[in-house]
């Protein structure tokens, strides 16, 4: 039996479609050269004919920034149409948040977003938290605001590092990746890990910063604003970044909105949306610091609006570092938080619930929760339903990457298809966020 | 958000649309009728909330109608959300695009991505959507694995001797 014969008529027709979609290479014809692809031809005989070029692009190429595929039609150097595939890395986190206990969906949900887990982690226990109505202590937000922002200055360096390399600059790669190292060092002292660091827990954070960290952080924070100076004297400096930055990829605030995209790309184009200053969450309206916002919105913005977020980044650590005050930096809720250590061995209570919340873990009362901050890439949001057990019924992650890479065919049709890896790089895509 | 009182006003606009409304935990949700789900987020566009954050899939196994799509959606002015909640059954998932379905209309651009996964997810179909395919999953797959009674890990492995596509082997 052939294999075909095994398929039912239906599916063969639905595969074929998506054959004829994925076909590497189609060559089309359009007849008045420089018009768009579809234009109609008069059909003159001797009219010069151009033909069209599907390339398919990636899901491993360099600059695509993960797996991410797409499928562009050329015209000559100019792109006409791209379709991103996604799907690659799809590792089904969702489902296999549904088979954990609150607890442990924390160390899966951070790697969604491998460059923000911070920001996961902080959504993902926002939720939980809105749905136990539990409280968390000033001294575990202003930790946590301390984390979040750091993983944000880490995140937009990595984004900074690999999109200069993109344009073909390698020092830039360095430089950020020097600076990257002392904040994971930084997140090494805190909580034993360097990546994916499961020190935001449901009630607070997993423990207390250490001796000797907050001279470590100050001497950070001293040392980064500099740097920034200098990545900026670096591009701001260079003729031809500026050259493929500059007006390209460019879309306006209102079709980013109705995109749904949020974060630098929305505020590169004028529109000062961060939800830490609209919807204050996690103590951020304590701090005094500044949004960056572009004017016209091309990638040139959105260089500049990310540059200048690690240093209101850098802000608002000192802030919180200065005033972090004293006090538990875990709820004292025991049914939910883990009882301290030394408890266990004078308190049966203690141990009863440290049974419980370690084998069964704590049950959330039945309820939907949706709990959105603002990530290094725009709205972060977790949604989370209960159903009253001890184990999420749906964990959904609002993703800004998945949600964002919709405008990426507006911003790049059009232009070049040089200029489109200029706007793929400042659209920064996470495609372990797009795919979960 | 509004309040528990601005959220029975809103309520009481929308008529028969509206199934009930809750309010919980700060947060105001609309259960709407899942044939009007047009209607409704054309009326909270016009009152403010025209920014449509995200669109959630979920599964109510085993309770009837069993599946359900959430719109939240964000007054940014007012900074001011709410979500609404439709429910379908199993047997007929079908509810409309949020998606601008003819020229001139501003509709939801953003369900584009969303609802392809609530499609790939969980088996939602959404009428007059112009690319409803899968996502995420292979486009040739079976089964829709968000589903609550789609088993965690109970996908075999392709192996040459399991391969349905294979023929089977001769000794």
Known sequence: ?436 | MPDATGLELIGQELGSAVLDTVFFRERATLVIEPDSVRDVLAHLRGEGYAFMASLHGVDYYPEEPRLGVVYELLDMARVDRISVKLRVHSQAPEVDSAMPDRPGDRGWPTAVHQEREVYDMFGVVFRGHPDLRRILMPEDYEGYPQRRDFPLGGEPVTFTYNDPKRPPATA
């Open chain 1, 1 to 436: 039996m052939s294999p075909v014969e095994h398929e039912t008529s239906a599916q063969s027709e639905k595969l074929s479609e998506y054959r004829r979609r994925e076909q590497s290479i189609t060559l089309s014809e359009v007849d008045r050269p420089g018009g768009p692809p579809d234009a109609a031809g008069d059909g003159e005989p001797g009219e010069t004919r151009q033909e069209l070029l599907t390339l398919n692009f990636g899901p491993h190429h360099p600059a695509t920034h993960g797996v991410l595929r797409l499928l562009v039609t050329l015209q000559g150097e100019v792109v006409r149409d791209i379709k991103p595939i996604i799907g690659y890395v799809h590792t089904g986190i969702e489902k296999t948040a549904e088979d954990k206990s609150y607890w442990k969906v924390i160390p899966v949900i951070e790697r969604m977003d491998y460059l923000a887990y911070y920001f996961n982690a902080m959504a993902f226990c926002g939720a939980v938290e809105t749905l136990v109505e539990v409280e968390v202590p000033k001294r575990a937000q202003y930790l946590r605001v301390i984390n979040l922002e750091l993983n944000r200055i880490a995140s937009h360096l990595f984004w900074l590092a690999t999109s200069a390399l993109d344009l073909g600059a390698i020092s830039m790669f360095w430089y950020c990746l020097r600076e990257r190292e002392l904040i994971v060092d930084l997140f090494e002292m805190s909580s034993g890990q360097r990546m994916h660091t499961r020190y935001f827990q449901v009630g607070g954070v997993i423990e207390d910063v250490p001796r000797g960290y907050a001279e470590k952080l100050r001497s950070f924070l001293k040392l980064m604003p500099g740097r920034v100076d200098q990545y900026r004297a670096l591009l701001n400096g260079n003729e031809i970044v500026l050259a493929r930055l500059r007006g390209t990829g460019r879309l306006d605030a209102e079709s980013l909105l109705a995109l749904g995209v949020t974060g630098p790309l929305l505020r590169a184009a004028g529109n000062p949306w961060d939800l830490r200053k609209a919807q204050p969450y996690c103590s951020y309206g304590d701090f005094d610091f500044r949004i960056p916002i572009g004017t016209v919105g091309d990638n040139y913005d959105r260089l500049v609006v990310r540059l200048a977020e690690m240093d209101e980044s850098v802000k608002i650590i000192g802030q919180a570092l200065e005033g972090l005050p004293e006090g538990p930096y875990m709820t004292s809720d025991r049914k939910v938080a883990l009882p301290p250590r030394h408890e266990l061995a004078t308190s049966m209570e203690a141990l009863i619930h440290h049974f419980k919340l370690v084998t069964e873990g704590f049950r959330v009362p039945p309820g939907e929760a949706y709990y959105p901050v603002e990530s290094p890439r725009g709205e972060l949001g977790c949604w989370v339903r209960s159903d009253g057990s001890a184990k999420p019924a749906r964990v959904h992650m609002r993703d800004p990457s998945f949600v964002n890479l919709q405008a990426f065919s507006q911003m790049a049709e059009g232009g070049y298809i040089a200029d489109m890896i200029a706007t793929l790089a400042m659209l920064d895509p996470i495609l372990g966020g797009i795919d979960r």
